[in-house]
């Protein structure tokens, strides 16, 4: 696609259930990353994924979350029984690698606005 | 560890006027650096990148941004302010295929 796509853009869920979101990355850019924006606040960084290597999941903040990426392309997210802390802007982004480890620069999609009720 | 510092969390400006957005970092090599703007409900947009050469690079929406290395800085400026550049801007270190962003810098522009 032209751009990082993430559904569903607005997710509102009871607390304790589980939710899945997903993000279908820019084609051909092999690094993918799980950004959380809390109510006027920064970016968090959660899971990060590059090509077939082993992804980098130390920001994830507790073992109720967790993310895949199938066949390098798209990726979801899963938050287990959903706290209403969870309560959070979503946002994904893609890049292409850029020299030596570097990477270029992230392209993000729209976010998903969870809201655990 | 590698860390970005955005001193001020949020400014206001009049419309027309000049504006500068601070970023410190903490990081041991040459890093690259970013400059993203959120608009209310959106995604983040790339306004700028720094990764070697020139120390003062261009941007769109007419920002522009100097890197000082003595003082790892990357602050972001522009001449004059319009009504729609309101936003939250967010500046980034480029570490080992990973990003690391600041807090943001929410700024509101009077008319």
């Known amino acids: 696609g032209a751009g990082v796509s993430q559904s569903p853009s607005n997710k509102v869920t009871e607390k304790g259930k589980d939710v899945e979101l997903r993000c279908d990355p820019i084609s051909g850019h092999t690094a993918l990353y799980w950004y959380r924006q809390s109510l006027g606040q920064g970016l968090e960084f959660l899971i990060y994924f590059q090509g077939n290597s082993a992804p980098d999941k130390s920001g994830l903040p507790s073992d109720r979350f967790s993310a895949e990426r199938t066949g390098g392309s798209v990726s979801t997210l899963t938050i287990q029984r959903t706290q209403q802390e969870d309560s959070a802007v979503y946002l994904c982004?893609?890049?292409?690698?850029?020299?030596?480890?570097?990477?270029?620069?992230?392209?993000f999609g729209q976010g998903t606005r969870l809201t655990v009720v | 560890a590698q860390s970005v510092t955005q001193p001020d969390i949020h400014i206001t400006v009049s419309e027309g006027a000049s504006l500068e957005l601070r970023c410190n970092y903490s990081y041991g090599a040459t890093p690259y650096l970013f400059w993203y703007v959120q608009s209310p409900g959106q995604g983040l947009q790339l306004l700028l990148k720094y990764f070697s050469g020139d120390t003062l690079v261009q941007g769109i929406k007419g920002f522009e941004a100097e890197f000082k290395r003595s003082q790892s800085s990357f602050n972001l400026r522009k001449p004059s302010v319009h009504w729609s550049d309101a936003a939250e801007y967010f500046c980034a270190v480029g570490v080992s295929q990973n990003f690391v962003f600041g807090p943001g810098t929410r700024l509101s522009v009077l008319p």
């Open positions: 982004a893609s890049s292409l690698p850029g020299q030596g480890t570097m990477n270029t620069e992230a392209f």
